[in-house]
């Protein structure tokens, strides 16, 4: 399976994103799919993740300011991400597998693939 994340920038705090995460090389609508973000310094962070069932699962830290969605058609994953912080600039990196169970979807060593990243940049 590859992963290609895309739809990072630079952007003003309080502004919205989008990333996006399409798959390929393998049976989409079978995959737990994830978004991590790991900001210079820092370890790799859970942001989201959702299920084949759509079971949707938010870390902490942005709870509530972001939404991830999947369209199998399109085998693509979406982030939406409202209210952006400073302390959100990272690299934003989409994962997948199709053998997680629920206690292990915030690991990230969970997850089999991997895509390269989007660096997301908000400024004050």
């Known amino acids: 399976v590859q992963l290609q994340a895309s739809g990072g920038g630079m952007v003003q705090a309080g502004t919205s994103l989008t990333l996006s995460c399409v798959a390929s090389g393998g049976t989409f609508r079978s995959y737990v799919v994830a978004w991590f973000r790991q900001a210079p310094g820092k370890e790799r962070e859970f942001v989201a993740a959702?299920?084949?069932?759509?079971?949707?699962y938010y870390g902490s830290s942005v709870k509530g300011r972001v939404t991830i969605s999947r369209d199998n058609a399109k085998n693509t994953v979406y982030l939406q991400m409202n209210s952006l912080k400073p302390e959100d600039t990272a690299v934003y990196y989409c994962?997948?597998?199709?053998?997680?169970?629920?206690?292990?979807?915030?690991?990230?060593?969970?997850?089999?693939?991997w895509g390269q990243g989007t660096q997301v940049t908000v400024s004050s």
């Open positions: 959702i299920r084949q069932s759509r079971h949707t």
């Open positions: 994962a997948a597998s199709d053998r997680i169970i629920s206690s292990s979807t915030y690991d990230p060593e969970a997850y089999l693939y």
